[in-house]
């Protein structure tokens, strides 16, 4: 379940990213993390963050094609 997430925040977060930037998280949960991770890193890594998970995704659904 998780690793279809991580896909799709790898995405989306980076571009709200470049307009908002949140807080700290108050707690260290994994999600959460990875979540301020991504809105924190610079241009050109969420560019490649965006890149990243719209390959994973792509490949992910072809596997799915494939198997069933």
């Known amino acids: ?3 279809r997430i991580i896909p799709v925040l790898m995405v989306i977060i980076p571009i709200i990213g470049f ?6 998280p108050s707690t ?3 999600l959460h993390s990875l979540a301020y991770f991504l809105f924190t890193i610079p241009w050109w890594g969420k560019i490649l963050s965006i890149v990243i998970g719209i390959l994973w995704i792509g490949s992910g659904n072809k596997n799915e094609e ?3």
Not at 19 to 24: E, G, I, S, V
């Open 1 to 3: 379940m998780i690793l």
């Open 19 to 24: 307009f908002y930037t949140p807080d700290p």
């Open 28 to 30: 260290a949960s994994g």
């Open 66 to 68: 494939t198997n069933g």
